[in-house]
């Protein structure tokens, strides 16, 4: 990788942007088509520093303290753009869409126009389909600086299937306080459905540890959408007491994950509705994630009304970074989101963006010691 750029002055302009001395870019590769990609380094006044992709606009590491003050790296993912274009990659921390999650038998009507998409998860659409899914394409960087990093892609019109020119950005926001920000936007010039987040798998031992089964989870949520053996959702609302899926009080992942074996992927891949308050500047408390034995914990916020929770049940053993393997359950996942099949489920809220409208999902992942 060769390094782009370190800023050692107050600020510097590098290709029509601004970096600060809390950034730095490199290149990482050339994708198969021939682009560049570039890593860029963000690091707060703490020490805790996080490595963004331009490839899928990818949160690729976050190096956080534990209670001792030691930093490790607790985010999946890899070292080179081949991997990062290969099966190998889960979706590690890219943002998908243009509709994370599933849709039923990739299709959706809007307006009553049927729209076919790729079908890319068994019958179904997932995370904005094949070749050209947001996590798969590489966006323009709009601007560095000192805490933050934003990517805009223009998806056009019909890619991956779906109605409208689509403007996208996501700003990424590094905070002295530990706190990761992800602003989404989107506009459109044509009616189309939208849904959007970050795809990152936590290891708070450190990217790369055997298990997440020991890791400690609480979930701000009461109810959960039931689904069907292919994970789309019925259209029932159902309580989670009584069940696996309750995680109201602080819970190991390896406490129940195995009464779960009878179901999809053999591991917890649910969609939970949010408690609706108490609201922290307009945000809803989606989950907790702790590890007793380093004192690391996440706390995940959003302003959506639900959450994927996945406990990487489909991880099987790939290299990562510094050749570190990712075993099955070594990582899971918070995804603040719409709910899965939207579109499709008119009593669940809308995923509609028309034009002159502003999609907006900020999400946080804020870290700290317990």
Not at 153 to 160: A, Q
Not at 194 to 212: D, R, S, V
Not at 270 to 280: A, F, H, I, S, T
Not at 288 to 306: C, E, F, Q, Y
Request: glycine share 10%; with cysteine.
């Amino acid at each position: 990788m060769r390094l782009l750029s370190i800023v050692m002055a107050a600020a510097c302009v590098l290709c029509g942007f601004v970096l600060s001395q809390t950034a730095f870019a490199e290149e990482l590769g050339r994708t198969s088509d021939g682009t560049m990609t570039h890593l860029y380094t963000l690091k707060n006044n703490a020490g805790m520093s996080i490595t963004l992709l331009d490839y899928g606009a990818t949160l690729v590491s976050a190096e956080v303290p534990d209670r001792d003050g030691r930093f490790a790296d607790v985010m999946l993912g890899f070292d080179n753009i081949e991997q990062y274009q290969s099966d190998d990659n889960q979706y590690f921390g890219c943002t998908t869409g243009r509709f994370a999650s599933r849709l039923a038998k990739g299709k959706f009507t809007l307006d009553g126009k049927e729209y076919i998409l790729e079908c890319n998860d068994g019958p179904n659409h997932l995370h904005g389909g094949g070749e050209r899914a947001l996590s798969k394409v590489v966006w323009s960087t709009e601007g560095v600086e000192g805490d933050s990093i934003t990517f805009r892609y223009v998806s056009p019109d019909g890619e991956e299937g779906y109605p409208g020119e689509v403007e996208v950005r996501i700003t990424y926001t590094l905070t002295n306080d530990n706190t990761i920000r992800m602003l989404h936007t989107a506009t459109t010039d044509k009616p189309t459905v939208i849904n959007l987040m970050n795809h990152a798998y936590f290891n708070l031992a450190g990217a790369g540890a055997p298990t997440i089964k020991d890791h400690l989870v609480t979930i701000y949520a009461d109810k959960y959408t039931p689904a069907d053996e292919t994970l789309i959702p019925t259209g029932d609302i159902a309580s989670v007491e009584g069940t696996p899926l309750d995680f109201r009080t602080p819970t190991t992942i390896g406490a129940r994950v195995d009464e779960l074996n009878d179901l999809p992927g053999s591991g917890y891949d649910n969609n939970y509705l949010l408690r609706e308050g108490p609201l922290v500047d307009g945000l809803r408390k989606a989950a907790k994630l702790h590890d007793p034995a380093s004192g690391r914990t996440l706390n995940v916020l959003s302003d959506h009304p639900g959450m994927q929770f996945y406990s990487g049940n489909f991880l099987f053993g790939q290299k990562g970074k510094g050749g570190k393997t990712y075993a099955h359950r070594s990582a899971c996942c918070f995804e603040p989101q719409l709910f899965p099949d939207a579109p499709n489920k008119p009593q669940f809220p809308s995923a509609v963006l028309r034009p002159g409208e502003t999609y907006k999902h900020l999400e946080v992942y804020a870290f700290t010691v317990e």
